[in-house]
């Protein structure tokens, strides 16, 4: 399957970089980009990609804003590439709904398997703030669950069986494997549980999911 890209950045030389390395990927076609965050959820809409390579800091409507608009309407999934791995930048786009996180400084061959990870129902942090990341949300979960547990008692016993997947980390294909279910039914299944729990993103189900003891 081809994964749709658009890529948002202010920078036009940036962006004719990003897409000179994405084109050479056979299976990855850039079908748009965008100079800013209102242009990048316009075009979300219009072109209904499959990833968004989302810059944050941009003129007018910043990524994160875009991010949270993109994913809330269900356009597409997110993979912010960044200069900055500040921790406002980081939490405020997995909060956003992002898929994943990646700095500018990653090479070619980084970021198209973070695309294609990210397009396959995987999520994807950069390896230097994964450490961060993961000690934030552990020091904030016993005051701060991700959702009330009145809504993990709404999953049926198969969506409980996809919540502990999540868990685990595993992608809409490996997911399919261990339920022997089709890839479809399984994307379908996410998406069911991600409605349930009000969560934006897999990273932010995952993180229920080891809270609510099911990994």
Do not use: W
């Amino acid at each position: 399957m081809t994964t749709r890209v658009l890529i948002a950045d202010d920078h036009a030389a940036i962006r004719s970089g990003l897409r000179l390395i994405l084109d050479d990927a056979d299976d990855i076609v850039v079908v748009g980009e965008a100079g800013d965050g209102a242009a990048a959820l316009a075009n979300a809409r219009a072109l209904l990609p499959d990833v968004v390579l989302m810059d944050i800091r941009m003129p007018g409507t910043d990524g994160i804003e875009a991010t949270a608009s993109i994913v809330g309407e269900s356009l597409a999934d997110v993979l912010v590439l960044t200069t900055f791995d500040v921790d406002e930048y980081v939490f405020g786009a997995l909060r956003a709904g992002a898929a994943g996180f990646l700095l500018k400084t990653a090479d070619a061959a980084t970021l198209v398997d973070a695309v294609r990870r990210v397009a396959a129902g995987e999520g994807v942090l950069a390896p230097e703030v994964t450490r961060r990341t993961l000690r934030a949300f552990a020091e904030q979960a016993p005051a701060r669950p991700a959702v009330p547990s009145v809504h993990i008692g709404e999953l049926t016993g198969r969506e409980r069986e996809v919540l502990a997947a999540l868990g685990q980390g595993l992608s809409n294909a490996d997911l399919a494997a261990a339920l022997l279910i089709t890839e479809a039914t399984a994307k379908t299944h996410v998406s069911r549980v991600l409605a349930k729990l009000g969560c934006s993103s897999r990273v932010q189900a995952a993180i229920v999911a080891r809270e609510a003891g099911l990994v």
